[in-house]
T-cell receptor
Framework: EAQVTQNPRYLITVTGKKLTVTCSQN?????MSWYRQDPGLGLRQIYY???????DKGDVPEGYKVSRKEKRNFPLILESPSPNQTSLYFC??????????????????FGPGTRLTVL | AQKVTQAQTEISVVEKEDVTLDCVYE???????LFWYKQPPSGELVFLIR??????QNEISGRYSWNFQKSTSSFNFTITASQVVDSAVYFC????????????FGSGTRLLVRP
């Protein structure tokens, strides 16, 4: 079954304790992205990646790191979590079509979400 | 600037009623892509439809239909004969065509279908 998986689905942690949220897709998608969803602010992009070893900042990258060592995985790392990072996190992936600079992404499919609480 | 507006914050209907969710977008691009996603109470984001700016044909999928009108920059979503399982938050989104390829989401419309 084609899917995007995230782990853990729920996490409660304390300020400053490093954590990693994993994201994996089995669709051979080039493009992957992390969003956070907050009440009143909607979904905002944190980081994205257009292929292995190619990552870039989205709108709200502060306090987060990512890596893309394999095509299927795109973990989100919080080195020193703070309460303002309490949120619902989504990983998304999609195909890329065309050639640079005319790339276009296909439909972005989302993982089930990770609800993170930082105390 | 790219922007998506969903003016209806919450809609409540009785089962079997038809309901239309509004979406108005702003973009300077001539080529763009619009989406609808559903977020049920369980929290996941479920893809419903994708539409590109060159295809203004309306689409119907079962009880769901979409009306895309470039002249009014609208991409409205209608559920016919609503059911309790349609209760969810529905998001309209616009694909940002720069290097980030991020989705610009509207604020969402919470639909409650009462039995």
């Amino acid at each position: 079954e084609a899917q995007v998986t995230q782990n853990p689905r729920y996490l409660i942690t304390v300020t400053g304790k490093k954590l990693t949220v994993t994201c994996s897709q089995n669709m051979n998608h080039e493009y992957m992205s992390w969003y956070r969803q907050d009440p009143g602010l909607g979904l905002r992009q944190i980081y994205y990646s257009m292929n292995v070893e190619v990552t870039d900042k989205g709108d709200v990258p502060e306090g987060y790191k990512v890596s893309r060592k394999e095509k299927r995985n795109f973990p989100l790392i919080l080195e020193s979590p703070s309460p303002n990072q309490t949120s619902l996190y989504f990983c998304a992936s999609s195909l890329m079509r065309g050639r640079s600079p005319g790339f276009i992404t296909d439909t972005q499919y989302f993982g089930p979400g990770t609800r993170l609480t930082v105390l | 600037a790219q922007k998506v507006t969903q003016a209806q914050t919450e809609i409540s209907v009785v089962e079997k009623e038809d309901v239309t969710l509004d979406c108005v977008y702003e973009t300077r691009d001539t080529t763009y892509y619009l989406f609808w996603y559903k977020q049920p109470p369980s929290g996941e984001l479920v893809f419903l439809i994708r539409r590109n700016s060159f295809d203004e044909q309306n689409e119907i999928s079962g009880r769901y239909s979409w009306n895309f009108q470039k002249s009014t920059s609208s991409f409205n979503f209608t559920i016919t004969a609503s059911q309790v399982v349609d209760s969810a938050v529905y998001f309209c989104a616009l694909l940002w065509m720069d290097s980030s390829y991020k989705l610009i989401f509207g604020s969402g419309t919470r639909l409650l279908v009462r039995p």
